[in-house]
């Protein structure tokens, strides 16, 4: 009985033994990057708060119904002008593009009253894709507040807010 022995480096199933956990070690340290590089921001840190502030919501969504509030918004190059509809008038409104999943992406800008029923602002490059818009008013005098919001498609040269 002649058995030829190989090299052990020349045996097939040995090398099946070594990749599937070395494959497993590979995978777990990509997880583990991927994980420490990219924090997640899709569960807020006071999640109590921020539940008891729905109500809070639902009533300056109402104001704004009940103020008949409706908004133009256009972009033009780096500025971003507003047209407000409405039996409301103040000098400064504020405009939040949220991004669905990022919140480091988040950006508030104050938009400045330029004439009737006009504001002017300075916009942020926005990356494309979905964003939720809010336009609020009188955010110092929360019995006077209001909110309107929608869901956007960025490009876009002009949208409206209900």
Do not use: C
Not at 68 to 89: E, P, Y
Not at 120 to 126: D, E, F, K, S, V
Not at 141 to 162: C, E, G, H, Y
């Amino acid at each position: 009985m002649n058995i030829e022995q190989r090299p052990w480096y020349k045996e097939g199933y040995l090398w099946l033994v070594i990749m599937l956990p070395a494959v497993v070690v590979v995978a777990a340290i990509a997880t583990l990057v991927i994980a420490a590089r990219d924090e997640q921001s899709l569960v807020t840190d006071d999640y109590y708060k921020a539940g008891l502030a729905i109500n809070t919501d639902k009533a300056k969504l109402s104001r704004a119904e009940s103020l008949g509030i409706k908004a133009v918004v256009q972009f033009q190059s780096q500025t971003l002008l507003l047209s407000l509809k409405g039996d409301w008038v103040g000098e400064q409104l504020i405009l939040t593009f949220n991004h669905p999943t990022l919140a480091s992406r988040d950006t508030e800008i104050a938009l400045s009253r330029v004439g009737d029923e006009q504001y002017i602002g300075h916009l942020p490059t926005l990356a494309e894709g979905p964003w939720n818009v809010m336009l609020q008013g009188d955010i110092d005098q929360p019995d006077q507040s209001w909110r309107i919001n929608r869901r956007i498609t960025v490009p876009t040269s002009q949208f409206q807010l209900p």
